[in-house]
Every structure is written in C-alpha cells, then in structure tokens.
C-alpha cells in the first residue's frame, strides 16, 4: 500500500508530532509496508461477527456514591500531583497564551 | 553454602524463615550484583536503601516472632513501567524523564505488602514497545548469554521486559516484574532462559502502570522456576476497585496447588502454529514437548485454531490504536518533558514536546494507531480487528472443547543479535507470532525454558490456558521443567 508523504504529515498533525518534511518522506514507505501487512485482514470473513468490547466478561461496579471514597483517587492531592509539572504558578498548569 | 544470588524466591523465603541467613544478608548480596553489572544495563534506577528496609523489617519480625510475610526477605526487579511513590519512573521514555510519581502502583504496592524489597527500576523497550530492549530512551539491555564459539555478539534479551528477563538470568535478582501486552514477558522469559506467566486479563491491577493498549496490557512475575513465579504472582494478583477491568475474584493458592501430574488432562498442539521457515530446533523442542507431558500423563490432541495468521496484523491495529489515544496525555503541561520552541503556541508546544520526547518505534506506533483511528479508516481497520480479534478469541473457545492446555513454543528463534531486526519493523513484530493470539483472547500463558540451541541459546515453551486456569498452566509449566532439567547459566563476563 502506498501513504503520500502529505498523509504522513496529516496524521502527524493530528497525533500532536512535530515532523519535518524529510521525515515525511522517510516514514511514508515505513508505514505503507505496516499498513499493506495489516490489510490482509479484509480477506477474513466476518460477517455476523460482534466486533470485540471485553476480553474477559466483567460486570462494571459503581463505586460508593461518596467524597473520596478512596482517599489515593479523590480529592485533595492536588500539590502532589502538580509536583511533577514542567511548569505550574499559583497551584495551576501553565501553557502559552491562547486567547489574545 | 551456594551463593545467596543463587537462590530463588522460595529458597529465599524458607531460608530466612528457617534463619539459615538474614533478609539483610540476601539484600545485601544482590545489591552488590546489581552494583557490579553495569555491562547490562538491566537497572534504570538502582534503590539498594528500599532493599535493605524491606530486609531489615523481615528480620525485626521474625525476631519478634511475628507470622511471616508470604515474600518476607525476598528483594526483586521492578519494571520501570511500573508507578513507584518517590522514584523515578519513565517507562524508558524521554518525555517522562525526571517523572517522580506521588503514588505507588497497585501491584507493587501488594508486592511490597508482601515484604518484598526493591533492588531498582529495571530498563524496558520505551513504553513497551518491542521485542529486543532495543527502544529504551537509556540505552539497550544486553543478554547475559552469549552464543557458544560465536563470538562476542551483544545478544538480545528479548522484549518489552528485556532488562527483567537479563536481571533474573544474571542472578541479579530472584525474581522481577514484567508487562505483557503481546508477549512481552514470555518472549524475554524464553530468550534468557527463566521461567515468566502472563495471568489472565483482569487478575492483575492496572492501576499505576503505564498505559500501553489497555485492553491486552498485563503484569505478571518473571523468576528462575515455575514455583517461583506461583509464589510471585499470588502476591501480585488480586481485585482492585481502582481499575474497572480488575477481576472481583479470590486470588488462588496457586503455589499448594501445584502439580507436575498432568492425568486426565488433556493438551492440544495447534497445528497453525508450525509457521514456515520455523528452525528445525524449534520444531524439535515442541516435539520434545509434548513428549514431556505425555510423560506426565496427558493426552496429546491436536487441534485448529484457523485465525491464527490473522492474530499479528490484528495486533498491530488494536494496540497501535490503543496506544495513539493512551499516550495521548503527555503533552508537555502536567509532568513530564516540556519542549517550547521561543514564540510557540499551544498546538507547537504539544508537537514539540512530543517530537522530542518519543523514540522512533513509539512514534511510529502512534502515526498507525491515529491513522488506523482517522475518519474514514475506522471501520475498515479498527472494527475489522475487533472482529478478527473476536474470531481469534472463538477460535480458542472452539479448542476448549477438545483440550485443557495448549502447549506450543514461545518465540519462533532464540535470541537474536541486538541490531540484527531493528531495521525491518515487521520482521521485529513476527517474534509475537505465538504469544500475541492468547493476549487477544486474554487468556493466561506461560513461558519455560525447554532446552538449548547448537549455539547454546535458550528456547522457551509455551503452555496457554483456559481463562482463570493459571493453576493448569502453571502445573504443565512445572511438568516440563521437571523432565527438562534445565539448569544452564550464562557464564558471567559482565
């Protein structure tokens, strides 16, 4: 199968990956061989087959419709999890300006 | 006295329950190991102090005469994809370099509840993905073997869980942690030689592992011997309302209930898996096999399983697309890398940050999970694999009827020399050959080392099982490490 060097490009924009254009170049033969290899599942028949949704059969739960019903998944930690920030202020995340 | 580094983890734990040695001793001594195999490259982050107080707490309690902790004195390998509260953890990968995670992961948190200590993070194929250790943002793990008269060649520890399986079979830990999300304990496991069970879907917690494709991914143990991984797996196992997928069930006493007699059980050897141009050695060991649990009183069937050929390309769309929405989170603002070019926007500053932060097989992932994702693709790649998949994980219920346990080989070749696939994407992917169609179908499967290759390599056995049938896989594991007596080591050089 053959992928454009633009398609690359386009799939890169929407994967959020900066690439160059001799990147383009270079990883659109990559991924038409994937893709070409992956293709031969259209030849399986899989009419009336249910597309899979869960491996193993599991009933979902709700959790206890209560505050922080477990205190490491709730509320409450919100320094420890800033810690780890490139950059935050004042118990926020920040980013580039988007509204001018 | 053989060497503490010699030991396993039951040797461990009944030896300091007996007092034959201290915990201390035994962390001390694997500290040292790990502090002399930098040549491996198998520890990202060495954590010789979380050892030695997991050590010191086994000896306080049976000193004060406390029951003990079912891995009280046994220090381990931890993954690096693996959350540790207060260590860095990066799942090999640029972009989380410097990661300090405020909490701890579930199945380490059991592991460590258990009594077991951390020795250190172990290098890893960057976010697990590959089968060489050969994406790691830190550098390849190399195999502690080396093939017999053939030079010096850096081998392969196999992948994802490469500088599990090198650390384990250098003796520098008895036991570690892997992920499998399409074989990614069993094939290092067959590469160097240990044993490495991946249980069914759901045994495992999730929670505080980094995500890869989330409907395969799971962790299990990778140790020296069948029992070993019993033991390591029953502590690792167990419902944990903190993933949705978590399976509510009692965790089996797996390692009492072990048994290498196989009577009225009956194994199926499928017969798509002698794939073409498989080496006759492979095809040799699968023989002997099934000879071994014939021996152990099982009958052999062989039996169909006609969507084996369509489990690997179903794979390489299922997990990539999992994978593009996962990964989906590093973006540069809450942890992690942060790239931001001067006079970037946001959307720049995202690009940026991911162009630099992910390896080439990660980003290439990614392109073909957003691809195969993309409007107008979906239904003709990602819904077609999710009924190929469907088919696949039928295609075992179907073998079910006619067999208990499958017994295949687990990888198609010993280890390879690192740089002899990376430059071939799809010659790398065909290593999954065999453990990828049960990771679709969830099912639990075990590697254990059968032999070894003219060069001196060792090669894995694979026994698959039904879904919650650990017990039945681990004890035909046990039943062909009883008749193999595998007891090769590679000759230390690092």
Request: negative net charge; charged residues 20%; proline residues 6%.
């Amino acid at each position: 199968m053959s992928v454009e060097p633009a398609t690359v490009k386009r799939v890169a924009g929407l994967a959020r990956i900066a690439i160059t254009d001799e990147d383009a170049e270079r990883l659109a033969p990559e991924l038409g061989n994937i893709l070409g290899w992956i293709e031969q599942l259209g030849e399986v028949d899989t009419s009336g087959v249910e597309p899979m949704t869960a491996v193993i059969a599991n009933r979902l739960r709700l959790r206890p419709d209560v505050i922080d019903a477990d205190p490491l998944t709730g509320g409450g930690v919100r320094d420890a999890l800033m810690a780890g920030a490139p950059e935050a202020e004042h118990g926020f995340f920040t980013v580039p300006k988007v509204i001018e | 006295m053989a060497e503490l580094t010699d030991l396993g983890i039951a040797a461990i734990r009944d030896g300091v329950r007996g007092g034959d040695f201290s915990a201390r001793e035994v962390a001390e001594a694997f500290n040292a190991g790990v502090a002399a195999a930098k040549g491996l490259n198998a520890f990202l982050v060495e954590t010789p102090d979380h050892a030695l107080a997991a050590a010191d707490a086994a000896d306080k309690a049976r000193a004060a005469g406390e029951d003990p902790k079912p891995m009280a004195g046994v220090p381990i390998g931890m993954k690096d994809l693996f959350c540790t509260k207060g260590v860095a953890t990066t799942a090999a990968s640029h972009i989380l370099e410097g990661f300090v995670p405020p909490y701890e992961s579930t199945v380490s948190q059991r592991l460590w509840d258990a009594g077991a200590g951390m020795l250190g993070k172990l290098n890893m194929d960057q976010f697990a993905m590959g089968s060489s250790n050969e994406t790691s943002a830190f550098g390849n793990v190399v195999s502690p073997w080396r093939r017999a008269g053939g030079g010096n060649a850096p081998l392969a520890p196999g992948g994802s869980s490469g500088g599990s399986s090198a650390a384990v079979a250098a003796r520098l830990c008895p036991g570690a942690t892997g992920t499998d999300t399409g074989g990614s304990i069993r094939q290092p496991a067959a590469f160097t030689g240990i044993s490495g069970i991946k249980p069914t879907y759901g045994r495992c917690s999730r929670w505080g592992t980094i995500a890869f494709a989330s409907s395969l991914d799971q962790a299990g143990p990778m140790a020296r011997d069948v029992r070993d991984c019993a033991i390591m797996l029953q502590a690792m196992a167990g419902f944990d309302a903190k993933d949705a997928t978590s399976l509510q069930l009692e965790v089996p006493q797996w390692e009492r209930g072990l048994s290498g007699d196989l009577k009225g059980k009956r194994v199926g050897v499928p017969k798509e898996y002698r794939v073409d141009a498989m080496p006759a050695e492979i095809d040799a060991l699968w023989q002997q096999g099934i000879d071994w649990l014939r021996d152990a009183g099982a009958e052999i069937v062989e039996v169909s399983l006609p969507h084996t050929r369509y489990a690997l390309p179903a794979y390489y769309i299922v997990a990539p697309a999992e994978a593009s929405s996962n990964l989906a989170r590093y973006d540069g603002v809450r942890y992690g890398l942060r790239d931001l070019p001067a006079g970037a926007n946001l959307q720049d500053m995202y690009a940026a940050t991911r162009a630099d932060g992910f390896g080439p097989e990660v980003k290439r992932r990614i392109l073909i999970g957003t691809y195969v994702l993309s409007a107008g693709f979906y239904d003709a790649y990602y819904t077609q694999a999710q009924k190929v998949r469907a088919l696949i994980a039928r295609d075992f219920d179907r073998a079910w009827e006619r067999c208990d346990l499958l017994l295949t080989p687990t990888a198609p070749s010993a280890a390879f020399a690192l740089g002899e696939k990376s430059a071939d994407p799809i010659a790398m992917y065909l290593n999954d050959v065999f453990t990828v169609p049960s990771s679709l179908a969830g099912l639990p499967a075990m590697s254990v080392p059968g032999g070894l290759d003219a060069a001196g390599l060792p090669l894995g056995l694979q026994v698959i099982g039904r879904a919650l049938d650990e017990q039945g896989v681990l004890d035909a594991g046990l039943a062909i490490e009883e008749r193999a007596g595998f007891t090769a080591r590679p000759e230390r050089w690092w």
